[in-house]
């Protein structure tokens, strides 16, 4: 940050939050709304590539309905309709589907209990419904979004059998590349790498049951089994082979040939073989119909474990069999004749998750450039950072320039991975015949990449790559004749009417880089957290992209925002927010400035918008380009709960008062001037540092912003820049600026404005007429004589001017010493663009411990265990099992106790301490909780201390005590 400060009122590179056009920037936002009717155009090439023929079913929810419905209008679709659930009509009343604020029209909407069912024949009655549905109401055409069954290649060849037209790839590309096991077949095929492991864990277990080939044609007779295994050995069909032959007829007539227990003992065997080969690294657990981070466990490395290397493996893969379960239950497919196949994977500890967007229509492919997705926690992505060609030539260029040679080196290779995971895109989705959108997602570790799966969807993220690049398709005969796409919703709509005609497009680039944020639902600790209401959302600035399925849609005739309840049946997501730029940095710094004056307010709401505030600014403070692998964000947290526990033991007043005591002791004791200056500041300087010890995620911003304005020197904080200029940003970073439309408790009172207006014009004064911008030379000159072009007398004031400003500003130093005491600095980026996590950060019970800081378990008695969360509840891990605990049962810590499913994620919730289990208070497996419900009646090992008034003032006195002693000697 230079010296040439803003003060406390935004420039015009910032936005105005006391002034906003919510029509322009939600409903009519011209970076992600057009006219798309093609039937207008003047050339009757394009115009033959008119969609208004189809009248979609929109069967998914979230931002990608709201989406589409917009996209649909646009291209002069106007017949198209929704699904809409229970959940979203019926059970959760006040969180009715805000997409129906702009779709009046009943008879376009249809209810269904369900959006997939909860298992297989519930599936199957779903897409039976959804057929009749269309049928009745004269739509031809299907459209999935990157929800529920989007990637169900039962569902895709079932619409597709009943001749409706489904808008994404066909049920071949499907089958062939959704499939996770699949995918690694045809990948390995067509040259693509990918990741060590095991795909086919389910034939293992068959062929350990059935051994021969005599033995699973014996099997496939008994069970009637539609495969001609004769056919298949007679063309010299390796055993494992005709063993999936086998599987595939018993998923189609919908029996088992082995069961869960037998699959979890197999991939127990395997976790073993590849833990004697990589005996360092952790192994993943897949299930090859996941997606959005469900259907995933990831089992600690044997040296997690103690003992020898085969007892310390034994005990790794032992936990296997369970996590199998895990994963089946969490994608539901434990079902009869469901397909229960589990990847086991090396995990790379060091990966970057990057994917390539593909576009295809069976007969080319094309890739669209990359994005990063690295930032994520529990596979749940958290935001995603375009990855294009362009801008990484832009930052290479710039790092040589700079002389940063091991930067310029990381970006070259960069460019060299991304190009060949772009090739290797199209490959594999010439190979499996894409004719639609798909993502093909890698791992990078490196200069090495891994394929992982092919997501046969449009993703949640795909905005982030539209906005960087749209599509030219051109008359073959005349390439003057054309028509650009910059919808990949509208580039599927296309495919699915005219794919074959449809030329291979060329990019063109929109913007250099792209950012999304996913606003979601969870508390400081990321964790999930269901049932607040949005009571005001502030409107969306300009340069800002808010998909949020209609939230932000105001009432008709009042024009005022509509409350809205976050009821959690679905996932966590509330929004997505994204915004463009010249490149990576212009990005961040816009996406920045959207969260900093983003307001949103309700009940009982917590969301993880100043997480993503904090994160976004520790990348803008370190290095922009900054290479996080997929393990960052959990230390990131663990550092994020050390500020928050040290900001807790500080008395923030007690503070100030000693600081103005040892101010008021250096004037002449008749002298009151001095103590009502320091008293006339004190909420001036107070206020921001209170907000920021009360918000750790807005501290940890704040330290990586301003880290390069001070100097650490054994304990004291020696300020770069005028404390003034600091504290004036401060509250310009708080989006505590002054503004006369705002409630006082959220900006600067009048009086303090007018406190810091009057400094800061002092020192833009003085600085003018001293010539110079450096607040260490300013200090020296005014520790001195007066200078040539001042009065003694008049230097003398200025000198007194600048003391009583500067009085009390010791107040600041408060933050720096909290970031150089928790060692939050430590935690930064190499000039290789890697990152230090000092090893503290990775230990598991900081990490446990510091979530608890975070967020603070809520109050209990002695005798009761509190829900965490709310949600639904699970006394056991999945149906006709027996429970986790039961009366009269002892308990230690950690044992598992239930499983609370929040937004669709099956959370495991461990017991914090060791007990006995006097009364179980929630019988039924499946009821609705509520965070702070009692849950168990209980009898602890040990009976907890409660801190008394007296420890806690002794304990904040002690903290503060420990800054205070610092400031002796600063400057």
């Avoid at 569902?155 to 001749?163: I, L, N, T, Y």
């Avoid at 055993?239 to 032959?245: E, F, K, N, R």
């Avoid at 897949?286 to 310390?312: E, M, V």
């Avoid at 772009?422 to 890698?442: H, I, Y």
């Amino acid at each position: 940050m230079s010296e040439n400060r803003k003060g406390s009122t935004a420039t015009v590179n910032d936005v105005d939050s006391c002034v906003n056009d919510h029509a322009n920037n939600y409903t009519a936002n011209p970076l992600i709304h057009k006219d798309r009717r093609l039937a207008l155009s003047d050339s009757a090439w394009v115009r033959s590539f008119d969609c208004t023929h189809l009248r979609p079913l929109i069967i998914c929810r979230g931002p990608i309905r709201k989406e589409a419905m917009d996209v649909f209008d646009e291209m002069g679709i106007h017949h198209y309709g929704i699904l809409l659930s229970e959940k979203d009509s019926i059970v959760y009343q006040s969180a009715l589907a805000p997409e129906l604020r702009t779709l009046t029209d009943p008879h376009r909407v249809h209810r269904v209990p369900d959006y997939s069912g909860a298992d297989k024949a519930e599936r199957e009655v779903r897409i039976r419904q959804i057929i009749n549905i269309a049928r009745a109401n004269n739509y031809n055409a299907i459209f999935t979004g990157y929800g529920f069954m989007a990637e169900d290649e039962n569902m895709v060849k079932a619409m597709e059998q009943a001749g409706l037209n489904f808008i994404g790839p066909c049920s071949r590309t499907v089958h062939d590349a959704g499939l996770k096991d699949e995918a690694k077949r045809t990948a390995l095929r067509v040259g693509v790498s990918v990741t060590p492991g095991v795909d086919n864990a389910s034939a293992l277990t068959l062929v350990k049951k059935h051994p021969t080939v005599s033995a699973l044609k014996h099997l496939a007779e008994q069970e009637n089994l539609v495969v001609d295994i004769d056919q298949l050995d007679a063309k010299g069909t390796a055993l494992i082979d005709i063993a999936d032959a086998v599987l595939a007829a018993s998923y189609n007539k919908g029996i088992d040939l082995y069961s869960i227990a037998e699959l979890g003992e197999t991939i127990r065997e395997q976790v073993m073989v590849m833990s004697r080969e990589y005996p360092s690294n952790r192994i993943r657990l897949k299930a090859i119909g996941g997606g959005g981070g469900k259907g995933q466990r990831i089992l600690a490395s044997p040296d997690a474990y103690q003992g020898d290397l085969p007892s310390r493996i034994e005990q790794a893969a032992a936990k296997a069999p369970g996590l199998v379960l895990e994963i089946l239950n969490e994608v539901k497919t434990t079902g009869q004749g469901d397909n229960k196949n589990v990847l086991v994977e090396l995990n790379i500890e060091t990966t970057r998750h990057q994917e390539i967007q593909v576009i295809g229509n069976g007969n080319w492919a094309l890739a669209m450039g990359g994005r990063d997705c690295s930032l994520q926690m529990h596979e749940q992505k958290l935001l995603e950072v375009s990855v294009i060609t362009e801008d990484l030539e832009a930052a290479l260029a710039e790092a040589k320039a700079a002389g940063k040679e091991l930067e310029a080196k990381v970006l070259a290779q960069d460019i060299i991975t991304l190009q060949k995971m772009e090739e290797e895109s199209e490959r594999f989705g010439q190979a499996v015949g894409l004719d639609s959108v798909s993502t093909f997602e890698c791992i990078v570790d490196r200069d090495k990449h891994f394929f992982m799966e092919m997501n046969t969807r449009i993703q949640v993220e795909h905005r982030v790559t539209e906005l960087c690049y749209g599509l030219r398709f051109a008359n073959p005969e005349n390439g003057n004749d054309f028509f650009e796409v910059e919808s990949l919703v509208e580039a599927m709509v296309l495919l699915a009417a005219h794919g074959p005609r449809l030329p291979k497009p060329t990019r063109q680039l929109r913007s250099q880089a792209a950012v999304e944020a996913r606003l979601n639902a969870t508390n400081q600790a990321l964790q999930p957290h269901a049932g607040g209401i949005i009571e005001k959302w502030s409107d969306p600035v300009a340069g800002e992209i808010r998909d949020d399925q209609g939230i932000s849609v105001h009432n008709p005739d009042t024009d005022v925002f509509i409350k809205y309840h976050l009821a959690g049946a679905y996932d966590s997501n509330i929004a997505l927010l994204l915004t463009t730029g010249s490149g990576r940095s212009d990005s961040y710094q816009r996406l920045a400035e959207i969260l900093r004056v983003t307001e949103l307010r309700g009940k009982d709401l917590a969301t993880n918008l100043e997480f993503h505030y904090g994160l976004v600014n520790w990348f803008i403070g370190n290095n922009i380009n900054a290479r996080p692998t997929t393990r960052f964000i959990v230390p990131y947290l663990t550092a994020v709960g050390l500020l928050k526990q040290a900001a807790n033991n500080v008395d923030l007043h007690y503070a100030y008062q000693s600081i103005c005591h040892q101010l008021i002791k250096q004037v002449p004791s008749d002298d009151v001037s001095w103590a009502q200056v320091l008293e006339r500041k004190h909420l001036l300087l107070a206020r921001p540092v209170e907000k920021l010890l009360a918000e750790p995620h807005l501290l940890a911003g704040w330290l990586s912003l301003n880290q390069k304005n001070f100097n650490l020197n054994n304990g004291h904080v020696i300020w770069q820049v005028n404390p003034i200029h600091v504290l004036a940003d401060t509250y310009h970073f708080l989006n505590m600026d002054y503004c006369s439309r705002k409630p006082a408790a959220n900006m600067i009172w009048a009086s303090d404005d007018k406190i810091l207006q009057q400094a800061l014009s002092f020192y833009q004064t003085l600085e003018s007429k001293l010539g110079v911008m450096m607040f260490s030379e300013l200090n020296e000159l005014l520790s001195g004589a007066a200078p040539a072009q001042f009065e003694p007398s008049q230097w003398q004031a200025i000198q007194a001017a600048h003391h009583g400003y500067q009085a009390g500003t010791e107040l600041l130093n408060l933050l720096p010493f909290l970031g150089q005491t928790t060692g939050y600095f430590k935690l930064a980026v190499n000039a290789d663009l890697s990152i230090e996590i000092p090893e503290v950060l990775t230990e598991p019970k900081l990490q446990a411990d510091m979530a608890k800081v975070l967020v603070p378990p809520p109050v209990a008695k002695s005798d009761e265990i509190l829900a965490p969360t709310g949600g639904m509840f699970y006394a056991r891990e999945a149906p006709g099992m027996e429970p986790f605990v039961k009366k009269g049962a002892h308990f230690t810590a950690g044992q598992p106790l239930y499983i609370v499913e929040v937004m669709k994620m099956f959370n495991k919730v461990n017991a914090p301490f060791a007990g006995t289990i006097d009364e179980i208070l929630v019988i039924d497996d499946g009821a609705i909780i509520k965070k702070g419900q009692p849950l168990f009646k209980i009898t602890p090992d040990e009976i907890r201390v409660e801190e008394s008034g007296v420890d806690a003032r002794a304990r904040l006195k002690q903290g503060t005590d420990a800054f205070l002693a610092t400031l002796t000697g600063a400057h």
